[in-house]
């Protein structure tokens, strides 16, 4: 194989350079290659789009709080086919009013289509704080060995469990991380 010595390359300022221009790329192995600019562009957007982490905020407010069980609220995330959301943590912040919620306050974060969620809060210690609060929720697994979690290209959706809750009068803002992941 040739050997490339950069220090025998043009140098050339970066806001310079055109989509005519060869520029040096390294592949997997550590090999180096010249590619025309706009290919690395691409290629590097598409890396960072596949591995990136992304932030979802979806506010539901109280009368919507208070129908989660029968009405799920989905957070709006466009899941190309051939891809999954995976959830890599959850955070909520209850703003407070003047009624604690009660009763069925698990509230939880599931892939749309699927009965296991992939997060959320055990029990109903988010749900039925009596004073504005944070709270950061745990990632879930699986409950049986024919559970699914994950679905090519769906969205996700704050709901809970059991029932719908009863009484309260706050708003609630759900906050994800997540990422797409190609599937096999």
């Given at each position: ?7 025998n ?112 809060w ?21 409950t ?41």
């Open positions: 194989m040739a050997s490339i010595n950069v220090n390359l043009p140098a050339k300022a970066a806001a310079a350079i055109t989509t005519a221009d060869q520029v040096m790329t390294f592949t997997a192995s550590g090999d180096t290659t010249q590619t025309p600019f706009n290919e690395a562009v691409a290629q590097a957007n598409s890396l960072n789009a596949n591995a990136a982490i992304n932030i979802a905020s979806v506010t539901i407010p109280t009368a919507e709080v208070l129908t989660l069980f029968t009405t799920p609220v989905p957070f709006g995330i466009t899941v190309p086919v051939g891809y999954y959301l995976r959830v890599l943590g959850c955070d909520g912040y209850l703003d407070f009013n003047t009624i604690a919620y009660a009763t069925n306050g698990k509230l939880l974060i599931k892939t749309v289509g699927t009965t296991d969620p992939q997060a959320g055990s029990g109903a210690q988010f749900l039925f704080g009596t004073t504005n609060r944070y709270s950061t929720g745990s990632l879930t697994s699986g049986s060995v024919t559970s699914n979690q994950l679905i090519s290209g769906a969205d996700l959706e704050a709901y809970i469990d059991i029932g719908n809750p009863t009484a309260g009068d706050s708003d609630i803002t759900v906050t994800l991380t997540y990422i797409l992941i190609p599937t096999p």
